[in-house]
């Protein structure tokens, strides 16, 4: 399951990972990162994104699709990445390490209220609207894994 949320008039996004993401959550997550570099350079700051991982890795093909759009020269986000498992850090961490021109801060967190302290000290100030935006994605996550999954 993929769930985005973002208001790039004051440059904030969630970016939230949770189990297996189909296809098209893929494709959507990459028009997200193209969308963040198309509107970073009219903003008069970097954009803070919450970045919560709780899902499955993601394949090779995909790595490499991550990789190059994390190149791109408007990439340039402080990203707080909140991981979950070991296994998901490390891998976040390998992904950086593989870009060529990282333009981005990440910083890698097991909760989501130190990401957000985090991402309003690289901001110079409280971001009230990500917080709120956060809760909200909370709460839709919650709502989608308690339904039960349909097998037909």
Request: glycine share 4%; net charge neutral.
């Amino acid at each position: 399951m993929y769930i985005a949320r973002w208001d790039w008039q004051i440059g904030i996004a969630v970016w939230w990972f949770e189990g297996l993401l189909t296809d098209e959550e893929w494709e959507e997550t990459f028009g997200h990162r193209r969308d963040l570099c198309a509107h970073s350079p009219s903003l008069p700051y970097r954009p803070a994104v919450l970045l919560y991982l709780d899902s499955d890795r993601p394949n090779a093909i995909r790595r490499k699709q991550i990789a190059d759009l994390s190149d791109h020269p408007h990439y340039n986000p402080y990203i707080a990445c909140v991981a979950k498992t070991e296994e998901l850090r490390g891998a976040q961490v390998a992904m950086r390490w593989a870009g060529t021109h990282p333009n981005y801060e990440k910083e890698m967190f097991r909760d989501v209220d130190p990401a957000l302290d985090w991402l309003e000290e690289m901001r110079g100030t409280r971001l009230a609207p990500l917080r709120l935006m956060v809760r909200d994605v909370q709460r839709l996550a919650r709502r989608a894994t308690a339904r039960p999954q349909s097998r037909g």
